[in-house]
């Protein structure tokens, strides 16, 4: 089974500030990662994911982040923040080679304030 | 182009009342996800289809809880007897074939049991 911990359940931060959101994994087996975030009233929305290939892995709105095997971890990051990024993030994972369930972490709220 | 539908948006059900969920997936997706968000939770699974059979319904709570895909596309969840610990938004999300590891999200049906 795998399992996701996000330990920052809300992050303020002011607008054009750096921000790093944390995610650590537990797995027996190789898994894919993903951050979806979710702005209010609205559905889930893919930022990143990583499956293969190079550890830092760009994905939209300017965010990127970087899979770390050796401590399982795979924090999102972006470096400057603008108030439209106020939203709630969450990590997850799925196995590799089949079976496409993900696993979510509880998520972080990300407040940027001016 | 369309995303993900699900309806209703919102339902208020009384205790022991059967309710029925739609989800309206991404033309030519395959695959089919639910899931249960509880407040101040991220995302759990309940059941995967893929085409018209449940690949994985190893997240399904309890034998009140039952879905369908009949035609490989729309699918139904559906909640017999309900309980007000069934209170949650109601993720459903769809994947193409060939990209099998990103999940569409729609919005979701908030449930409350009164």
């Known amino acids: 089974a795998q399992s996701v911990t996000q330990l920052d359940s809300q992050v303020p931060v002011f607008e054009e500030a750096p921000v790093e959101l944390r995610c650590n994994y537990s797995?027996?087996?190789?898994?894919?990662l993903f951050w979806y975030v979710q702005y209010p009233n609205q559905g889930l929305q893919l930022l990143l994911k990583?499956?293969?290939?190079?550890?830092l892995v760009k994905g939209i709105n300017g965010f990127e982040a970087e899979f770390n095997k050796s401590q399982t971890s795979f924090h999102l990051r972006k470096p400057s923040v603008h108030i439209s990024d106020t939203a709630e993030y969450f990590c997850?994972?799925?196995?590799?080679?089949?079976?496409?369930?993900?696993?979510f972490g509880t998520g972080t709220q990300l407040k940027v304030e001016l | 182009g369309a995303g993900v539908s699900q309806t209703p948006s919102n339902k208020v059900t009384e205790k022991g009342k059967y309710v029925e969920l739609r989800c309206d997936p991404i033309?030519?997706?395959?695959?089919l996800y639910w899931y249960r968000q509880s407040l101040g939770q991220g995302p759990e699974f309940l059941i995967y289809?893929?085409?018209?059979?449940?690949?994985?319904d190893s997240g399904l709570p309890n034998d009140r809880f039952f879905a369908v895909r009949p035609e490989g596309s729309v699918s139904t969840l559906k909640i017999q007897r309900t309980e007000r610990g069934d209170s949650a938004v109601y993720l459903c999300?769809?994947?193409?074939?060939?990209?099998?590891?990103?999940?569409?999200f729609g919005q979701g049906t908030r449930l409350t049991v009164v």
């Open positions: 999300a769809s994947s193409p074939e060939d990209r099998g590891n990103e999940a569409f």
């Open positions: 797995s027996s087996v190789s898994v894919y």
């Open positions: 990583y499956l293969s290939g190079s550890t």
């Open positions: 997850a994972v799925s196995k590799t080679g089949g079976g496409n369930k993900l696993t």
């Open positions: 033309s030519g997706h395959t695959a």
């Open positions: 289809f893929q085409g018209t059979g449940a690949a994985d």
